[in-house]
Protein backbone atom coordinates (compact mmCIF):
# COMPACT_ATOMS: atom_id res chain seq x y z
CA UNK A 1 0.00 0.00 0.00
CA UNK A 2 1.08 3.15 -1.02
CA UNK A 3 -0.23 5.41 1.55
CA UNK A 4 -3.58 6.18 3.27
CA UNK A 5 -5.40 9.17 4.61
CA UNK A 6 -8.35 9.88 6.90
CA UNK A 7 -10.47 12.12 4.44
CA UNK A 8 -13.19 12.92 7.63
CA UNK A 9 -12.93 12.93 11.14
CA UNK A 10 -14.48 11.22 14.06
CA UNK A 11 -17.23 14.17 15.87
CA UNK A 12 -14.65 14.32 18.67
CA UNK A 13 -12.17 16.32 16.25
CA UNK A 14 -14.97 19.28 15.50
CA UNK A 15 -15.64 21.57 18.24
CA UNK A 16 -19.15 20.65 18.58
CA UNK A 17 -22.19 19.33 20.88
CA UNK A 18 -24.38 16.47 19.45
CA UNK A 19 -26.61 13.91 20.93
CA UNK A 20 -25.82 10.40 20.75
CA UNK A 21 -27.88 9.17 17.68
CA UNK A 22 -26.49 6.00 17.25
CA UNK A 23 -24.04 4.14 19.18
CA UNK A 24 -20.17 4.55 18.94
CA UNK A 25 -19.40 1.90 16.73
CA UNK A 26 -21.65 3.94 13.75
CA UNK A 27 -18.68 6.94 14.05
CA UNK A 28 -16.89 5.55 11.31
CA UNK A 29 -14.27 7.73 9.06
CA UNK A 30 -14.13 7.56 5.22
CA UNK A 31 -10.85 6.21 4.83
CA UNK A 32 -8.62 6.43 1.64
CA UNK A 33 -5.69 3.97 0.55
CA UNK A 34 -4.02 4.13 -2.67
CA UNK A 35 -2.00 1.43 -4.08
CA UNK A 36 -2.89 -2.45 -3.82
CA UNK A 37 -1.80 -4.25 -0.67
CA UNK A 38 -3.53 -7.21 0.15
CA UNK A 39 -7.02 -6.40 1.61
CA UNK A 40 -8.88 -9.24 3.60
CA UNK A 41 -12.71 -9.96 3.68
CA UNK A 42 -14.25 -7.17 5.79
CA UNK A 43 -17.57 -8.96 6.22
CA UNK A 44 -18.81 -9.36 2.23
CA UNK A 45 -20.18 -11.75 0.51
CA UNK A 46 -18.46 -14.87 -0.52
CA UNK A 47 -15.43 -14.25 -3.60
CA UNK A 48 -15.84 -10.52 -3.17
CA UNK A 49 -12.28 -10.01 -1.70
CA UNK A 50 -10.73 -12.05 -4.61
CA UNK A 51 -11.93 -9.06 -7.12
CA UNK A 52 -10.77 -6.25 -4.27
CA UNK A 53 -7.37 -7.81 -4.47
CA UNK A 54 -7.32 -7.85 -8.09
CA UNK A 55 -3.49 -6.36 -9.26
CA UNK A 56 -4.91 -3.72 -11.32
CA UNK A 57 -6.20 -1.94 -8.14
CA UNK A 58 -5.05 1.66 -8.00
CA UNK A 59 -6.90 1.72 -4.67
CA UNK A 60 -9.84 2.26 -2.28
CA UNK A 61 -11.70 4.11 0.03
CA UNK A 62 -14.48 3.14 2.40
CA UNK A 63 -17.57 5.76 3.35
CA UNK A 64 -19.86 6.54 3.97
CA UNK A 65 -19.48 8.65 7.34
CA UNK A 66 -21.76 7.60 10.29
CA UNK A 67 -21.79 4.26 9.10
CA UNK A 68 -19.03 2.61 7.13
CA UNK A 69 -19.09 -0.91 5.43
CA UNK A 70 -19.69 1.11 1.74
CA UNK A 71 -16.30 0.16 -0.08
CA UNK A 72 -15.21 1.52 -3.32
CA UNK A 73 -11.73 -0.39 -5.25
CA UNK A 74 -10.89 1.73 -8.46
CA UNK A 75 -9.03 -0.24 -11.12
CA UNK A 76 -6.96 0.71 -14.51
CA UNK A 77 -6.61 -2.44 -16.99
CA UNK A 78 -3.58 -3.07 -19.22
CA UNK A 79 -6.15 -4.01 -22.05
CA UNK A 80 -9.78 -5.74 -22.38
CA UNK A 81 -7.87 -9.22 -22.10
CA UNK A 82 -7.04 -8.12 -17.91
CA UNK A 83 -10.72 -6.99 -17.47
CA UNK A 84 -12.31 -9.81 -19.36
CA UNK A 85 -10.22 -12.19 -16.67
CA UNK A 86 -11.54 -9.34 -13.68
CA UNK A 87 -15.38 -10.03 -15.17
CA UNK A 88 -14.79 -14.02 -14.50
CA UNK A 89 -13.37 -13.24 -11.01
CA UNK A 90 -16.43 -11.09 -10.52
CA UNK A 91 -19.15 -13.39 -12.02
CA UNK A 92 -18.20 -16.26 -8.83
CA UNK A 93 -19.30 -13.75 -6.52
CA UNK A 94 -22.39 -15.50 -4.39
CA UNK A 95 -25.31 -12.99 -3.13
CA UNK A 96 -28.59 -13.88 -1.72
CA UNK A 97 -30.78 -14.19 -4.33
CA UNK A 98 -33.74 -11.02 -4.26
CA UNK A 99 -36.69 -12.22 -4.64
CA UNK A 100 -40.13 -10.59 -4.81
CA UNK A 101 -43.54 -12.11 -4.74
CA UNK A 102 -44.75 -12.50 -8.14
CA UNK A 103 -48.48 -14.17 -8.37
CA UNK A 104 -51.00 -15.99 -5.75
CA UNK A 105 -52.95 -19.07 -7.06
CA UNK A 106 -56.35 -19.74 -6.11
CA UNK A 107 -55.26 -22.44 -3.06
CA UNK A 108 -53.73 -19.60 -1.97
CA UNK A 109 -49.85 -20.87 -3.13
CA UNK A 110 -47.54 -17.83 -3.36
CA UNK A 111 -45.12 -18.09 -6.03
CA UNK A 112 -41.62 -15.82 -6.52
CA UNK A 113 -39.39 -15.28 -9.28
CA UNK A 114 -35.92 -13.65 -9.14
CA UNK A 115 -36.20 -9.84 -8.98
CA UNK A 116 -32.44 -9.84 -10.64
CA UNK A 117 -30.42 -12.32 -13.59
CA UNK A 118 -27.09 -11.45 -12.61
CA UNK A 119 -24.81 -9.47 -10.89
CA UNK A 120 -24.63 -5.67 -12.32
CA UNK A 121 -22.01 -4.68 -14.71
CA UNK A 122 -22.95 -1.20 -15.77
CA UNK A 123 -21.50 0.77 -18.48
CA UNK A 124 -20.25 4.22 -18.81
CA UNK A 125 -19.11 6.64 -21.19
CA UNK A 126 -15.49 7.37 -20.20
CA UNK A 127 -13.09 8.86 -19.17
CA UNK A 128 -13.48 8.83 -15.64
CA UNK A 129 -10.92 10.55 -13.13
CA UNK A 130 -10.83 9.76 -9.53
CA UNK A 131 -11.63 12.38 -7.49
CA UNK A 132 -10.24 10.53 -4.49
CA UNK A 133 -6.73 10.88 -6.06
CA UNK A 134 -6.91 14.30 -7.30
CA UNK A 135 -8.94 14.24 -10.16
CA UNK A 136 -12.25 16.27 -9.67
CA UNK A 137 -14.35 14.34 -12.42
CA UNK A 138 -12.62 16.37 -15.89
CA UNK A 139 -9.61 15.57 -17.92
CA UNK A 140 -6.89 14.98 -15.69
CA UNK A 141 -3.15 12.94 -15.87
CA UNK A 142 -3.23 10.26 -16.98
CA UNK A 143 -1.75 8.61 -13.87
CA UNK A 144 -5.37 9.89 -12.30
CA UNK A 145 -7.73 7.98 -15.17
CA UNK A 146 -10.23 5.08 -14.12
CA UNK A 147 -11.06 2.08 -16.18
CA UNK A 148 -13.91 0.65 -13.54
CA UNK A 149 -14.41 0.26 -10.84
CA UNK A 150 -16.01 -2.02 -8.04
CA UNK A 151 -18.28 -1.67 -4.88
CA UNK A 152 -19.65 -3.80 -1.93
CA UNK A 153 -20.97 -3.09 0.63
CA UNK A 154 -20.63 -4.99 4.14
CA UNK A 155 -24.45 -6.16 4.60
CA UNK A 156 -24.12 -5.77 8.60
CA UNK A 157 -23.11 -2.28 8.14
CA UNK A 158 -25.89 -1.55 5.63
CA UNK A 159 -28.33 -2.83 7.70
CA UNK A 160 -27.97 -0.90 10.39
CA UNK A 161 -27.69 2.36 8.96
CA UNK A 162 -30.93 1.71 6.98
CA UNK A 163 -32.92 -0.78 8.26
CA UNK A 164 -33.14 -0.13 11.56
CA UNK A 165 -36.56 -0.66 12.68
CA UNK A 166 -36.27 1.26 15.71
CA UNK A 167 -34.30 4.39 13.72
CA UNK A 168 -35.91 7.04 11.03
CA UNK A 169 -32.07 8.30 10.64
CA UNK A 170 -31.31 8.98 6.91
CA UNK A 171 -34.83 8.30 6.00
CA UNK A 172 -34.93 10.90 2.85
CA UNK A 173 -31.77 9.13 1.57
CA UNK A 174 -32.50 6.05 -1.34
CA UNK A 175 -31.24 3.31 0.47
CA UNK A 176 -33.68 3.68 3.33
CA UNK A 177 -35.77 0.39 4.43
CA UNK A 178 -34.19 -0.96 1.04
CA UNK A 179 -32.61 -4.24 0.58
CA UNK A 180 -28.76 -4.90 0.56
CA UNK A 181 -27.73 -4.17 -2.95
CA UNK A 182 -25.38 -7.12 -4.99
CA UNK A 183 -21.64 -6.19 -5.84
CA UNK A 184 -21.45 -4.25 -9.00
CA UNK A 185 -18.78 -3.16 -11.52
CA UNK A 186 -18.61 0.09 -13.53
CA UNK A 187 -16.82 0.22 -16.27
CA UNK A 188 -16.05 3.57 -18.56
CA UNK A 189 -15.42 2.92 -22.44
CA UNK A 190 -13.98 5.56 -24.36
CA UNK A 191 -12.24 8.58 -23.77
CA UNK A 192 -8.65 7.16 -24.33
CA UNK A 193 -9.60 4.18 -21.57
CA UNK A 194 -7.97 0.61 -21.84
CA UNK A 195 -11.00 -1.03 -22.23
CA UNK A 196 -12.76 -1.85 -25.80
CA UNK A 197 -16.37 -2.86 -25.31
CA UNK A 198 -16.80 -4.76 -28.22
CA UNK A 199 -14.35 -7.19 -26.99
CA UNK A 200 -15.71 -7.86 -23.91
CA UNK A 201 -17.31 -10.90 -22.75
CA UNK A 202 -19.69 -11.09 -20.49
CA UNK A 203 -19.98 -13.96 -18.19
CA UNK A 204 -22.98 -15.90 -16.82
CA UNK A 205 -24.42 -14.54 -13.75
CA UNK A 206 -23.42 -10.74 -15.01
CA UNK A 207 -26.20 -8.84 -15.84
CA UNK A 208 -25.34 -5.40 -18.33
CA UNK A 209 -26.91 -2.18 -17.75
CA UNK A 210 -25.67 0.13 -20.36
CA UNK A 211 -26.24 3.95 -20.04
CA UNK A 212 -23.80 5.15 -22.82
CA UNK A 213 -25.14 7.82 -25.12
CA UNK A 214 -25.58 5.38 -28.00
CA UNK A 215 -27.86 3.09 -25.56
CA UNK A 216 -30.48 5.66 -24.80
CA UNK A 217 -34.16 4.68 -25.72
CA UNK A 218 -34.27 8.03 -27.43
CA UNK A 219 -32.22 10.34 -29.29
CA UNK A 220 -30.47 12.82 -27.60
CA UNK A 221 -29.60 15.88 -29.34
CA UNK A 222 -28.08 18.82 -27.86
CA UNK A 223 -27.44 17.68 -24.22
CA UNK A 224 -28.83 15.28 -21.73
CA UNK A 225 -32.77 14.28 -21.27
CA UNK A 226 -34.20 13.63 -17.71
CA UNK A 227 -37.72 11.69 -18.13
CA UNK A 228 -40.27 11.37 -15.49
CA UNK A 229 -43.36 10.16 -14.59
CA UNK A 230 -45.11 11.34 -11.44
CA UNK A 231 -47.63 9.22 -9.38
CA UNK A 232 -50.23 9.75 -6.52
CA UNK A 233 -49.32 7.72 -3.73
CA UNK A 234 -52.44 7.37 -2.28
CA UNK A 235 -54.79 6.64 -5.35
CA UNK A 236 -51.88 5.30 -7.68
CA UNK A 237 -53.36 7.82 -10.29
CA UNK A 238 -50.74 10.00 -12.38
CA UNK A 239 -50.43 13.21 -11.95
CA UNK A 240 -50.64 15.93 -14.80
CA UNK A 241 -49.13 18.99 -14.84
CA UNK A 242 -46.28 18.14 -12.48
CA UNK A 243 -43.28 20.23 -12.90
CA UNK A 244 -39.66 18.29 -13.18
CA UNK A 245 -37.46 21.03 -11.97
CA UNK A 246 -33.37 20.61 -12.20
CA UNK A 247 -31.74 22.94 -10.54
CA UNK A 248 -27.81 23.06 -9.68
CA UNK A 249 -25.36 24.95 -6.82
CA UNK A 250 -24.38 28.70 -7.28
CA UNK A 251 -20.26 29.80 -6.18
CA UNK A 252 -22.29 30.59 -2.74
CA UNK A 253 -23.59 26.63 -2.50
CA UNK A 254 -27.21 27.91 -3.08
CA UNK A 255 -29.46 25.74 -5.54
CA UNK A 256 -30.24 28.03 -9.09
CA UNK A 257 -33.17 26.33 -11.03
CA UNK A 258 -31.68 25.82 -14.55
CA UNK A 259 -34.80 24.20 -16.67
CA UNK A 260 -38.19 22.37 -16.11
CA UNK A 261 -40.35 20.29 -17.62
CA UNK A 262 -44.18 19.49 -16.89
CA UNK A 263 -45.79 16.61 -17.23
CA UNK A 264 -48.79 15.00 -19.42
CA UNK A 265 -52.06 13.13 -18.62
CA UNK A 266 -50.07 9.91 -18.12
CA UNK A 267 -47.79 11.77 -15.81
CA UNK A 268 -45.19 11.65 -17.97
CA UNK A 269 -42.63 14.51 -18.31
CA UNK A 270 -39.16 15.38 -19.79
CA UNK A 271 -36.44 17.97 -20.08
CA UNK A 272 -33.93 18.15 -22.52
CA UNK A 273 -31.12 19.59 -23.68
CA UNK A 274 -29.61 19.83 -20.80
CA UNK A 275 -25.41 20.87 -20.50
CA UNK A 276 -23.14 18.66 -18.89
CA UNK A 277 -22.79 19.22 -14.80
CA UNK A 278 -24.59 17.44 -11.35
CA UNK A 279 -27.92 18.54 -11.05
CA UNK A 280 -30.87 18.13 -8.55
CA UNK A 281 -34.07 17.19 -9.07
CA UNK A 282 -37.11 18.52 -7.82
CA UNK A 283 -40.49 17.80 -8.32
CA UNK A 284 -43.69 19.97 -7.95
CA UNK A 285 -47.30 19.46 -8.49
CA UNK A 286 -50.41 22.12 -7.15
CA UNK A 287 -51.72 20.58 -4.04
CA UNK A 288 -49.25 18.38 -3.19
CA UNK A 289 -45.92 18.53 -1.36
CA UNK A 290 -42.81 18.73 -3.22
CA UNK A 291 -39.93 16.38 -3.56
CA UNK A 292 -35.92 15.67 -4.06
CA UNK A 293 -35.95 12.86 -6.65
CA UNK A 294 -31.94 12.57 -6.16
CA UNK A 295 -29.34 14.14 -8.25
CA UNK A 296 -28.41 13.62 -12.11
CA UNK A 297 -24.98 13.41 -13.34
CA UNK A 298 -25.15 14.51 -17.20
CA UNK A 299 -21.47 13.92 -19.26
CA UNK A 300 -22.35 16.31 -21.97
CA UNK A 301 -25.36 13.35 -23.47
CA UNK A 302 -26.55 11.40 -20.97
CA UNK A 303 -30.40 9.72 -20.08
CA UNK A 304 -32.15 9.64 -16.76
CA UNK A 305 -35.45 8.22 -16.11
CA UNK A 306 -37.49 8.27 -12.98
CA UNK A 307 -40.71 7.27 -11.66
CA UNK A 308 -42.15 9.04 -8.30
CA UNK A 309 -44.83 9.49 -5.83
CA UNK A 310 -46.48 12.31 -4.41
CA UNK A 311 -48.43 12.73 -0.86
CA UNK A 312 -51.18 15.62 -0.60
CA UNK A 313 -50.14 18.75 1.38
CA UNK A 314 -50.63 18.61 5.34
CA UNK A 315 -49.61 20.13 8.03
CA UNK A 316 -48.33 19.69 11.92
CA UNK A 317 -49.77 22.38 14.61
CA UNK A 318 -48.99 22.17 17.97
CA UNK A 319 -47.70 24.45 21.18
CA UNK A 320 -44.06 24.95 22.64
CA UNK A 321 -43.60 25.06 26.92
CA UNK A 322 -41.05 25.21 29.50
CA UNK A 323 -41.62 22.45 32.17
CA UNK A 324 -44.15 24.49 34.08
CA UNK A 325 -46.33 25.31 31.08
CA UNK A 326 -45.61 28.47 30.17
CA UNK A 327 -45.74 28.97 26.58
CA UNK A 328 -42.28 29.90 24.66
CA UNK A 329 -42.38 32.53 21.98
CA UNK A 330 -39.50 32.98 19.16
CA UNK A 331 -38.61 28.91 18.75
CA UNK A 332 -38.23 27.71 15.46
CA UNK A 333 -40.06 24.41 15.23
CA UNK A 334 -39.26 22.12 12.28
CA UNK A 335 -40.12 18.55 10.53
CA UNK A 336 -37.58 15.99 10.38
CA UNK A 337 -36.85 12.70 8.71
CA UNK A 338 -40.38 12.61 7.21
CA UNK A 339 -41.75 9.85 6.29
CA UNK A 340 -44.96 9.33 3.85
CA UNK A 341 -47.52 6.80 4.29
CA UNK A 342 -45.70 4.00 2.99
CA UNK A 343 -43.05 4.34 5.80
CA UNK A 344 -40.25 5.51 3.45
CA UNK A 345 -38.75 8.47 3.66
CA UNK A 346 -39.46 11.45 1.85
CA UNK A 347 -37.33 14.29 1.65
CA UNK A 348 -39.53 17.35 1.20
CA UNK A 349 -37.63 20.15 -0.57
CA UNK A 350 -40.10 23.25 -0.26
CA UNK A 351 -40.78 22.43 3.56
CA UNK A 352 -39.98 25.04 6.38
CA UNK A 353 -39.39 25.71 9.79
CA UNK A 354 -41.94 27.38 11.64
CA UNK A 355 -41.53 29.66 14.42
CA UNK A 356 -43.99 29.79 17.54
CA UNK A 357 -46.48 32.74 18.27
CA UNK A 358 -46.74 34.62 21.77
CA UNK A 359 -48.90 31.75 22.80
CA UNK A 360 -46.17 29.60 21.64
CA UNK A 361 -48.49 27.77 18.92
CA UNK A 362 -46.88 26.54 15.62
CA UNK A 363 -48.29 25.12 12.64
CA UNK A 364 -45.34 23.69 10.32
CA UNK A 365 -47.33 23.28 6.41
CA UNK A 366 -46.44 21.73 3.01
CA UNK A 367 -45.59 18.54 4.59
CA UNK A 368 -46.56 15.02 2.96
CA UNK A 369 -48.95 12.95 4.66
CA UNK A 370 -47.34 10.93 7.00
CA UNK A 371 -45.58 11.14 9.53
CA UNK A 372 -42.52 13.30 11.06
CA UNK A 373 -40.20 13.63 13.95
CA UNK A 374 -40.04 17.67 15.00
CA UNK A 375 -37.03 19.39 16.29
CA UNK A 376 -37.29 22.48 18.47
CA UNK A 377 -34.49 25.35 18.40
CA UNK A 378 -33.91 28.57 20.64
CA UNK A 379 -30.96 29.59 22.25
CA UNK A 380 -30.67 28.03 26.04
CA UNK A 381 -32.97 26.02 25.89
CA UNK A 382 -33.30 21.87 25.18
CA UNK A 383 -36.25 19.99 24.15
CA UNK A 384 -36.90 17.10 26.68
CA UNK A 385 -39.97 15.73 24.40
CA UNK A 386 -37.89 12.68 22.92
CA UNK A 387 -36.96 14.21 19.75
CA UNK A 388 -37.38 10.23 18.05
CA UNK A 389 -40.70 10.43 18.93
CA UNK A 390 -42.72 10.01 15.31
CA UNK A 391 -45.97 12.11 15.12
CA UNK A 392 -48.98 11.73 12.22
CA UNK A 393 -49.43 14.39 9.60
CA UNK A 394 -51.28 16.02 9.83
CA UNK A 395 -51.53 16.23 13.54
CA UNK A 396 -52.95 19.59 15.61
CA UNK A 397 -52.25 18.73 19.04
CA UNK A 398 -48.65 18.51 18.99
CA UNK A 399 -46.95 19.83 22.74
CA UNK A 400 -43.50 19.86 23.03
CA UNK A 401 -41.70 20.72 26.58
CA UNK A 402 -38.39 22.59 26.42
CA UNK A 403 -36.22 23.46 29.50
CA UNK A 404 -33.77 25.92 30.37
CA UNK A 405 -29.70 24.91 29.96
CA UNK A 406 -26.44 24.96 31.75
CA UNK A 407 -22.51 26.31 30.65
CA UNK A 408 -19.67 23.48 31.24
CA UNK A 409 -16.15 25.89 30.88
CA UNK A 410 -12.35 25.34 32.15
CA UNK A 411 -9.46 24.31 31.48
CA UNK A 412 -7.19 21.23 31.20
CA UNK A 413 -3.58 21.17 32.38
CA UNK A 414 -1.21 19.05 32.36
CA UNK A 415 0.53 17.27 35.42
CA UNK A 416 2.76 20.31 36.06
CA UNK A 417 -0.33 22.43 36.00
CA UNK A 418 0.96 24.27 32.77
CA UNK A 419 -0.97 23.55 29.23
CA UNK A 420 -0.55 20.54 27.75
CA UNK A 421 2.26 20.42 25.19
CA UNK A 422 0.20 19.17 22.20
CA UNK A 423 -3.64 19.16 21.55
CA UNK A 424 -6.13 18.06 23.55
CA UNK A 425 -9.89 17.65 23.18
CA UNK A 426 -12.38 16.95 25.80
CA UNK A 427 -15.65 15.34 25.99
CA UNK A 428 -18.61 15.35 27.68
CA UNK A 429 -21.44 12.76 28.22
CA UNK A 430 -24.07 11.09 30.69
CA UNK A 431 -22.58 9.75 33.70
CA UNK A 432 -25.21 6.51 33.10
CA UNK A 433 -23.42 5.87 29.73
CA UNK A 434 -23.98 7.21 25.93
CA UNK A 435 -27.39 5.75 24.57
CA UNK A 436 -29.62 7.11 21.84
CA UNK A 437 -31.29 10.22 22.74
CA UNK A 438 -28.65 11.42 25.64
CA UNK A 439 -27.13 14.60 25.29
CA UNK A 440 -23.43 14.30 24.75
CA UNK A 441 -19.96 16.85 23.33
CA UNK A 442 -16.76 16.95 22.21
CA UNK A 443 -14.17 19.70 21.35
CA UNK A 444 -10.59 20.59 20.75
CA UNK A 445 -9.50 22.65 23.76
CA UNK A 446 -8.02 26.25 23.13
CA UNK A 447 -4.13 26.81 22.91
CA UNK A 448 -4.04 28.14 26.44
CA UNK A 449 -6.20 24.38 27.53
CA UNK A 450 -9.43 26.26 28.09
CA UNK A 451 -13.14 24.78 26.72
CA UNK A 452 -16.99 25.77 27.17
CA UNK A 453 -19.96 23.58 26.59
CA UNK A 454 -22.91 25.60 26.12
CA UNK A 455 -26.33 24.51 25.72
CA UNK A 456 -25.76 21.81 28.09
CA UNK A 457 -28.85 20.14 29.28
CA UNK A 458 -29.30 19.78 33.00
CA UNK A 459 -28.18 16.22 34.61
CA UNK A 460 -24.95 14.37 35.35
CA UNK A 461 -22.37 14.14 33.39
CA UNK A 462 -18.50 12.90 33.26
CA UNK A 463 -15.94 14.93 31.77
CA UNK A 464 -12.98 13.61 30.37
CA UNK A 465 -9.65 14.31 27.81
CA UNK A 466 -9.21 10.95 26.58
CA UNK A 467 -12.20 10.91 24.09
CA UNK A 468 -11.30 7.46 23.01
CA UNK A 469 -11.46 6.08 26.80
CA UNK A 470 -14.50 7.98 27.47
CA UNK A 471 -16.22 6.34 24.48
CA UNK A 472 -15.42 2.95 25.97
CA UNK A 473 -16.41 4.06 29.34
CA UNK A 474 -12.65 3.17 30.96
CA UNK A 475 -11.54 6.46 31.60
CA UNK A 476 -10.42 6.70 35.27
CA UNK A 477 -9.90 10.17 35.63
CA UNK A 478 -12.85 11.24 34.24
CA UNK A 479 -14.60 14.14 36.25
CA UNK A 480 -18.62 14.21 37.38
CA UNK A 481 -20.25 17.44 37.11
CA UNK A 482 -24.12 18.09 37.64
CA UNK A 483 -25.48 21.09 35.26
CA UNK A 484 -28.21 22.95 36.50
CA UNK A 485 -30.42 25.35 33.87
CA UNK A 486 -29.31 28.36 34.29
CA UNK A 487 -25.64 28.07 35.85
CA UNK A 488 -22.15 27.67 34.81
CA UNK A 489 -19.81 25.11 36.02
CA UNK A 490 -15.95 25.71 36.09
CA UNK A 491 -13.58 22.60 35.98
CA UNK A 492 -10.00 22.67 36.17
CA UNK A 493 -8.49 18.73 34.61
CA UNK A 494 -5.15 17.73 34.35
CA UNK A 495 -4.73 15.61 31.18
CA UNK A 496 -2.76 12.30 31.07
CA UNK A 497 -1.18 10.30 28.59
CA UNK A 498 -1.73 6.94 29.85
Same mark, same amino acid.
Given at each position: ?22 ? $?????? =????? #??? /? ?121 ? *? ?8 ? %? ?44 ? /? ?62 ? =?? =? ?53 ? $????? #???? %? ?12 ? !? ?6 ? *?????? !? ?97 ? $? ?11 ? *?? =? ?9
Amino acid at each position: MKGSKTLAAAMCLAAVSFLWLMS $TSLLAL =IMVSS #GNR /PVENMGWPLGCEKVANLPSRLGYWEGPPFGGGEYHFLYRCKDTGEFNEALKTFAVIRVPKLARRSATSKDGEVTYRPESDGLPVVVHDGPEYSTWFGGRGDKREEKERVDWTFTVWKPANWHR *QFNNPKSVFS %SDHPNFRQPVPPPQIDVYIGGGGSIVWKKVKVPPNVRVIDKREGAS /PVKLVGGGLVRGTVYDMATGQPIAGAEIILAKRKDNRDWEEVARGKTDDLGSGEVQKLPAGRYA =IR =IRAEGYASRSQGTYRNKGKTYHEFVVELLRQASIKGVVTDTDGKPIPGVAVSAQN $TLGIN #GLGY %SCSDAKPATTDEQG !RFEAASLP *QGFTQV !RCRVPSLYQTTPIFELFNVPSDDIKIVMTGTGIVRGKVVGPDGKPPAREVHVSIGPSGGNRVGTWGGSMRCKEDGSFEFKGVPPGDYLLSSNPGLMIQG $TDPNAKPVTVKAG *QA =IEVEMTHSTR
